[in-house]
């Protein structure tokens, strides 16, 4: 891959117009624009996915890389929420649009209207009313094309994209303007400790993912000031909303195992995974209202991953979604359309064999769904937050308190879209400068 080095490879020392943090799904179209008139580097920690071609370039690897064994350099970070909900984070260049299901679909104007994310190029799938069209990123051979193709279209000679890169902490400043962020610490994987510095007004971009991105201003001593301080770490910046408003969008789920094969699908990936024909329901809404934080374990390593808890349905105005939308599976489940997927032929709910936890018999009874939906809670992947617009960053995704520093990336979301996010936050990448 062109532009792609080892940061083994680089050295100690360097200087660009722009050092981008995190090489993933916003990063990529932002690495890609700056490049035509500046100098920029991309640390990414994750390898580049070559080294891992079936897992996260073909369908067929969609369902195993979140099988696999984390042994601290796949492509899918595990991790799991204090909430008790398994997780995954991209580590790979690509990020996250590497691991993810490929499922490319454009947020309503309402998104917009209530994020206070900018900029919307306008762009839409024209969704019917009740409807949510997609477009995928896998092509018709099931080859994945996600967002490091984009780098084709940057000005190559002005890019470098440094792999087993971890950024470490913001190099800052203090001028008679404030503090300003002047580079990025990083080390490769032999431990090295590399420097890279901004020149001419430059600036750096956090685009290291709702958990990275929040994680690396706490580490570089951008946070509350009362959490902070109990560590004993000098305050470069207070900002009170660091890690905070961590949500995680829920999802629950009915599995039905069918009498026969089913069309091609997302779904049949899994199936094939797991030797059955599966059919399921799968319940997202947008929001979530309840949300939780992120607090660092260590303040001097970036390798220790941070807390996160998401607290979902604490609102319980998300509980009662759930409980409607739930009920409202559990309807369909009693149509006609639904009979040809039953194993016997009994009424109801009879006849299907669920694979995992049913729905409650009494679908009226508020108890038993909101216990149903406590109980069987599973994420979407669709976490964000840390680095909201309008607290931690500004309108133009600044970091408030601070010069030369954005965030871009899945952490300034105050809501999810209520859909999938990959395209909006390459959008933004794009569009941002
Ligand atoms: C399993 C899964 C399935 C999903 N399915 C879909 C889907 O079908 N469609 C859809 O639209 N969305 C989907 N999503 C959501 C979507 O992929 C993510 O919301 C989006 O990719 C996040 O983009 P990002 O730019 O915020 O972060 P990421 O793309 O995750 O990028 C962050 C990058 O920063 C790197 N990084 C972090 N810390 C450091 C550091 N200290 N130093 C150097 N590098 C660092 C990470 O390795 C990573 O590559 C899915 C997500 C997952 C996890």
């Given at each position: 891959m062109k532009s792609v080095y080892n940061a083994i490879d680089l050295p100690l020392k360097e200087e660009y117009d722009d050092i981008i943090v995190g090489g993933g799904t916003a990063s990529y179209p932002l690495a890609a624009t700056l490049s035509v008139n500046y100098s920029v580097l991309v640390h990414e920690r994750g390898s580049a996915p070559p080294s891992y071609p079936r897992l996260v370039l073909t369908t067929d690897g969609i369902v195993d890389i979140l099988l696999q064994e984390d042994d601290g350099k796949t492509p899918a970070q595990r991790f799991t929420s204090e909430d008790g909900v398994a997780n995954v984070r991209g580590r790979v260049l690509g990020g996250s649009s590497m691991i993810n299901g490929g499922f490319y679909s454009r947020p309503d104007d309402q998104f917009y209207n209530e994020s206070g994310v900018d900029p919307d190029n306008g762009f839409s799938l024209q969704h019917l009313v009740g409807t949510k069209t997609s477009s995928s990123t896998f092509d018709n051979e099931g080859k994945r094309h996600g967002v490091v193709e984009l780098l084709n279209r940057g000005e190559l000679k002005n890019l470098k994209v440094a792999i087993?890169?971890?950024?470490e902490r913001i190099i800052f400043s203090s001028k008679a303007s404030g503090v300003s962020a002047n580079g990025v610490v990083y080390s490769d994987s032999k431990g090295r400790t590399h420097e890279a510095l901004i020149r001419n007004e430059g600036g750096v971009i956090l685009s290291a993912g709702a958990i990275g991105s929040p994680q690396l201003l706490l580490l570089s001593e951008v946070g509350p000031f009362p959490h902070v301080s109990l560590h004993k770490v000098p305050v470069v910046s207070q900002n009170p909303d660091v890690g905070n408003f961590m949500a995680d969008n829920p999802r629950n789920v009915i599995n039905i195992v069918v009498p026969f094969a089913l069309d091609p699908s997302l779904s049949t990936k899994w199936n094939r995974s797991l030797r059955i024909e599966r059919g399921n329901h799968n319940e997202k809404f947008s929001g979530p209202l309840s949300s939780g934080s992120l607090r660092l374990v260590l303040f001097t390593d970036v390798k220790v991953s941070p807390t996160v808890r998401f607290n979902y349905f604490e609102d319980l105005k998300d509980l009662a979604r759930c409980v409607r939308e739930m009920r409202l599976d559990g309807y369909m489940l009693k149509t006609d359309a639904r009979e040809r997927f039953k194993l016997e032929d009994l009424k109801g709910a009879e006849g299907f064999k669920f694979l995992g936890p049913s729905l409650p018999r009494n679908l009226s009874d508020d108890a038993s769904m909101e216990v149903f939906c406590r109980s069987t809670v599973t994420t979407f992947w669709h976490y964000h937050g840390g680095c909201l617009v309008g607290k931690v960053v500004d309108g133009d995704l600044r970091v408030v308190g601070t010069n030369s520093l954005r965030v871009v990336d899945g952490s300034i979301f105050n809501t999810s879209l209520g859909t999938n996010s990959q395209a909006t936050l390459m959008m933004i990448g794009q569009y941002v400068y």
């Open positions: 087993e890169a971890h950024a």
